[in-house]
C-alpha cells in the first residue's frame, strides 16, 4: 500500500502547477535577476583596482607629476591618471569616468562628485602629499644635518607594516550570500509540498482527504507515504536549483560544491517537514494554511537576508540565538561555512540542527494528525 | 454603467494583497526619507574598525585614538569566526591587531611586523588602512629620526597627518537646491515602477480575465449592451483604478517631500505618470492571453523583478553590465528609469532629452494597445471561434 500512495504522490506532485512555478521556474528567474543586479557590483564597486583620476596640471607642477608617475608604474597602481584640462575633466567626472579630479595649481584641491571611500582615499593620497612636505620643512627646520636622510628614507621605506592573516579561501563576495538565501527560499518553499500531505489527509480539508480517510489504510503508513513522496520531489527542485545556480549562471560556491549539494536536499527536507507540522497543527482552510506559510517563510527569509544582505549580522548582533533556530538561516549558514570555513566543525553543527528542526516537526506532526477522525463531515 | 460597477466590485477583493505593497513601500520610503542629507558638503567616509590591542602601552593607545579621530571603532569578540562573520557581512571594514611588542619595534626605529590584519579580501577598505598605518610609522620614524623622543614625534606625527585637503563637490550636482528635485527624493519614484508594476498588473488583469470568463461574457454578449460600450466601460474601469493608484503615490510622495512638488519635480510626476499608463496597457495586453489565476502570479513576478533588476530600479544603472543595458533598452522601465536620473541631477540634465524618454515610453504604451488589438482580433475573430467550434465537436 505504501507503494501505491507513494507513487500516486508523485504523479499528483507532478500535475501540480504551483509546485513547478514556485520551486523551478520562479527560484530559476529571481536567481537570473540576483546575477544580472549582483554579478558585478562586488568586482565594480569594493574590489580593490587602480582609481581613475583627472589631474588638472595648470602649474606645471613637475614634482607631482613625477610621484604620480612613480605610482602608476607599480605593479598594482593605486591611480590611474589621466592629466588633462579643466573642462574636459569636469566632464570626465560628470560621466563617471573619472572618480575625482585633482588639480594641481598652488596647492593641491580635489573636485569629487560623491562621497564614498574611493573619493576618501584621493582625499588622504593628496593629504599624504603635503604631509611629506610638512615633514620635510620640519626637518629643515629642525635636524638641517639629518633632512637629507630623512627625505630619501621617506620615499625609499616602503615596507609593509602590516602583516595579513588570511581568513578564508573562498569568495569573499558578499553578495553570494543572496543566491544562498534563494536556496533557502527554495527549500522553504518546500513547506507547501508539505502542507499538501495534511490537505489530502485531513477529510474536512478536501474530498481527496475525505477519501483517503474513509480508506483501511492506516493513517501512519498514507501519511509517511506522502511524505516520502513530497520529499523526493523536494529533492528534484533542490537539485535543480542548485545545478542552475552552479552551473548556468555560474555562482562560486567555494571549491566544496559537492557538498552543497546535500545540504541543499537536507534544506528542502526542512521545509517540507515545516509545511507539514504547521499544516496539521491549524485548523483553518487549506488556503488560510498557504498563506501563513508563505507569509512565515518570507519573514524567515527576511531575517536571514534575501531582501537584505546583512540583515543576519543585525540579528546576530541583537537576538544571536535567534539565527540557530530560523531554518531559512541555518540553512544559508551551511553553504556560507562551506564558502568560508577551512574546517567542517560549523557545517555539520549547522547540517545537525537542521536534522534536528526536521526531526522535531515531523514528529510534531504526526502527533498532531493522531486520530483526527470525523463521523460526518 | 454596470460593467464599470461589476470591475470595481471584483476589484474590491484583490485590495488587500495591494494595500500589502502600498503599506510597504510608503514606510520603507518614510525610512530612507528621514535618513537621507541634503547638503553638498564633502565628508570623509568612517569606516568601521575593530582593534586588537595586544601590545596594551600608551604607544598604541596613541594610534588607536588616531584612528578613532577618522574612522569608527566597533567591539567585537577577538574569536577568528566573530571576525570572519562580521568582515564578510561588511559589519566591520578592518580588523587590526596591533603586535605585541609594537612600542619597543618603533623605538627602535625596526621597519616592519608593527601590525597585523585579519584579511579576508582586498577591498578599497583593506588597501586604505594599509596606506594609513605605512603612513603613519614612516612619519613617526621621520620625526623619530629628526630626534626628537616618541612622545613628541607622535604629536608632530599627529598634527601632520590631521593636515585637511580641500575637497570640492562637483557644481552641477545639486541635492535638494534649485531643481526642486533632490537626489534622495528621487529615490521615491526610483522605486515606484516596481510596486506600479506589481499591483496594476495583478489587479487589473486579473479583473479584466475574470470579466472575460467564458460564462460571463457569453451572458454580457447576449445582453442588449453595445459591444463599443462594453470595451470602453472596461478601459475606463482601468484607467480610473491605474489612476487612483497613481494618484494615492503622488499624494504620499508630497507628503514624504514635505511640500508640495515644485518645479522639476513636475517632470518626474509626469514622468511617473505615462509609466503608470504603459503599465496599465501592459496589464491589458496580459489580460488577453487569459492566464489562469498561478500564471498571472507567475507574469506579474517576472515582469515586475525582471525589470527592477534589467532597467536599474534596484540597483544603480551604472553597476549593471553593458550587455544588460542594451537587452535594457527594449523595456519601457529602462526609459523611465534613465529620465528619472536626468530630472534628479544624477546624470546631466536635458529637457530634450527627458522629452524623449516620454515619448520613447508613449511608443511602448502605443505598440501594447496595438498588440492588444491585435491578439483580440485574432482570438475572438469568427474563423478563430469557429474552429475552437470545430475542435470540440471533433473531440467529441
Known sequence: MFMHILKYELKNGLRTKD??????????????????????????????????????????????????????????????????????????????????????????????????????????????????????????????????????????????????????????????????????????????TGVHITIQNQADLSPLGARNNCSPVPKSISITACLTGSYIMQTVCMLICVTFLAFVLKIDFGDRLW????????????????????????????????AILMSISMVMCFCSGLMMGNMKAVIASTIPWFNNINPAAVISDCFYCLNIYEDYDRFISKLITMAVISAVFVVLGFVTSRRKKYASI | MQVFKAMFKVMRSRLPSAMIYIVCFVVISAIIANASTNDNKFEAKRLDICIFDEDDTPESHALAEL??????????????????????????????????????????????????????????????????????????????????????????????????????????????????????????????????????????????????????????????????????????????????????????????????????AWLAVLNSFIFAMVVGTMAVLVASFEPKDNILNLITQVLGLGMSFFCGIFIPVDVLSDGVLSVARFLPAYWYVKANNMIADITPYSLDEVVECYLIQIGFAAAMVIITLLVRKVKYSGAAISTAVKKKAVSQ
Not at chain 1, 69 to 78: N, V
Not at chain 1, 84 to 95: R, S, V, Y
Not at chain 1, 264 to 283: E, K, P, T, Y
Open chain 2, 67 to 264: 584612528i578613532k579621530k577618522n574612522n569608527d571603532i566597533v567591539e567585537i569578540e577577538d574569536d577568528k569566526d566573530t571576525v570572519t562573520d562580521a568582515l564578510y557581512y561588511r559589519r566591520i571594514d578592518y580588523a587590526l591587531i596591533i603586535n605585541k611588542g609594537y612600542a619597543d619595534k618603533i623605538r627602535a626605529g625596526e621597519s616592519a611586523d608593527f601590525f597585523s590584519s585579519y584579511h579576508l579580501d582586498e577591498s578599497f577598505s583593506v588597501v586604505y588602512m594599509g596606506q594609513f598605518l605605512d603612513e603613519y610609522v614612516a612619519t613617526v620614524k621621520a620625526y623619530l629620526n629628526m630626534g626628537k623622543s616618541f612622545d613628541e614625534a607622535a604629536v608632530s606625527a599627529e598634527e601632520a597627518l590631521s593636515q585637511n585637503a580641500e575637497v570640492n563637490m562637483l557644481s552641477r550636482i545639486d541635492k535638494g537646491g534649485n531643481s526642486h528635485f533632490s537626489v534622495d527624493f528621487a529615490g521615491y519614484f526610483q522605486y515606484m515602477p516596481y510596486i506600479l508594476i506589481s499591483i496594476i498588473i495583478s489587479v487589473v488583469s486579473l479583473v479584466l480575465v475574470t470579466m472575460n470568463r467564458k460564462d460571463i461574457r457569453f451572458r454580457t454578449n447576449c445582453s442588449c449592451l453595445k459591444e463599443s460600450k462594453y470595451t470602453a466601460q472596461l478601459f475606463i474601469g482601468s484607467f480610473v483604478f491605474v489612476f487612483i493608484i497613481w494618484l494615492v503615490f503622488m499624494i504620499f510622495g508630497a507628503i514624504l517631500n514635505r511640500e508640495m512638488y515644485t518645479g522639476r
Open chain 1, 19 to 192: 509546485l513547478i512555478i514556485w520551486l523551478i521556474l520562479f527560484p530559476i528567474i529571481l536567481g537570473t535577476c540576483f546575477k544580472i543586479a549582483f554579478g558585478s557590483i562586488y568586482e565594480k564597486t569594493e574590489k580593490f583596482s587602480s582609481i581613475p583620476v583627472a589631474i588638472v596640471d595648470d602649474g606645471e607642477n613637475a614634482p607631482f607629476r613625477q610621484v604620480v608617475e612613480g605610482i602608476e608604474s607599480a605593479d598594482e597602481p593605486f591611480l590611474k591618471a589621466t592629466f588633462t584640462d579643466k573642462a574636459k575633466a569636469e566632464k570626465m567626472l560628470d560621466d563617471g569616468d573619472v572618480e575625482g579630479i585633482i588639480f594641481t595649481a598652488d596647492k593641491l584641491s580635489l573636485t569629487v562628485k560623491e562621497k564614498g571611500l574611493k573619493e576618501t582615499m584621493l582625499k588622504a593620497f593628496i593629504e599624504q602629499y603635503s604631509v611629506r612636505e610638512k615633514i620635510a620643512v620640519d626637518a629643515i627646520s629642525t635636524a638641517p644635518e639629518k633632512a637629507q636622510e630623512i627625505i630619501a628614507s621617506l620615499t625609499s621605506d616602503t615596507a609593509d607594516s602590516c602583516r595579513e592573516i588570511p581568513l578564508s579561501q573562498g569568495n569573499p563576495d558578499p553578495y553570494a550570500q543572496y543566491f544562498y538565501n534563494l536556496i533557502a527560499m527554495v527549500a522553504m518553499f518546500g513547506c507547501i
Open chain 1, 259 to 290: 557538498l552543497v549539494y546535500p545540504s541543499a536536499v537536507l534544506g528542502g527536507i526542512v521545509g517540507v517537514s515545516f509545511g507539514f507540522f504547521v499544516g496539521s497543527i491549524a485548523r483553518v482552510s487549506d488556503k488560510a494554511k498557504v
